[in-house]
């Protein structure tokens, strides 16, 4: 599976858009794009994926670049429940497992 | 109506011990698997079984042994503990991997301390 990169730490004020950058330059054409959540220790969360095209739900927007080298993960209006450690991971066809790396630590300022 | 549950919540043992932790998923998943986060916050996948069948074993010594009694249940069993062993161990259960599209859900974990 292709490798992630995202910025270790994030802050975002409270009722803001927050926009979460990951680099994933290797995806190959059958790997999606997962993001997972993990609040304080509870089990991981899982948020949105997508393949190349831009996905919503009713948690947030998944944006993939046309090359899909990269994307972004949008939380439209963040609050203070947001705050969690924000997982990017690739996963590719006929590969049961997520590969977590070391995800970006988001903190929501009231 | 826990999609997927652990007991125990909390496990504090001594070294040497044999213990077992439970998961328990009422999704109808075909799939589940255990992850282990350690002290460092890194998770990463133990086992994963497809209909009682172990599909993943992440060269995980072999004083864990997983066991799949049915589709919906995945215990760990963990015989003479180390103190290495002290984690958090997450459960998860997804429909069979066909395309990549299945989802995970995760349990709510089992905080092992082993003295």
């Known amino acids: 599976d292709a490798k992630t990169t995202q910025p270790p730490s994030m802050d975002c004020a409270e009722g803001r858009a927050a926009n979460l950058p990951c680099n994933h330059s290797?995806?190959?054409?059958?790997?999606?794009v997962y993001w997972y959540r993990q609040i304080h220790s509870q089990g991981p969360q899982y948020i949105i994926h997508?393949?190349?095209n831009n996905e919503t739900n009713e948690m947030a927007s998944l944006i993939i670049t046309e090359d899909r080298k990269s994307s972004t993960l949008i939380l439209p209006h963040a609050t203070l429940r947001d705050t969690a450690v924000y997982y990017c991971?690739?996963?590719?066809?006929?590969?049961?497992?997520?590969?977590f790396g070391t995800g970006t630590r988001l903190t929501i300022i009231p | 109506d826990t999609a997927v549950s652990q007991t125990p919540k909390y496990l504090v043992t001594q070294m040497g011990n044999d213990k077992s932790i439970k998961c328990e998923q009422n999704?109808?998943?075909?799939?589940m698997y255990w992850y282990k986060q350690d002290s460092k916050k890194f998770l990463k996948i133990m086992f994963s079984?497809?209909?009682?069948?172990?599909?993943i074993n992440e060269t995980v010594p072999n004083r864990f042994s997983p066991k799949s009694p049915d589709k919906a249940h995945l215990n760990l069993h963990i015989n003479s503990l180390e103190l290495g062993d002290s984690a958090v161990y997450f459960c998860?259960?997804?429909?069979?991997?066909?395309?990549?599209?299945?989802?995970?859900?995760f349990g709510p974990g089992t905080r092992l301390l082993v003295l």
């Open positions: 998860a259960s997804s429909q069979a991997t066909v395309t990549a599209k299945e989802t995970q859900y």
């Open positions: 991971i690739v996963r590719g066809f006929g590969n049961e497992k997520l590969t």
């Open positions: 079984y497809n209909n009682k069948e172990l599909i």
């Open positions: 290797t995806i190959s054409g059958n790997e999606y």
């Open positions: 997508g393949l190349k």
């Open positions: 999704l109808g998943h075909d799939t």
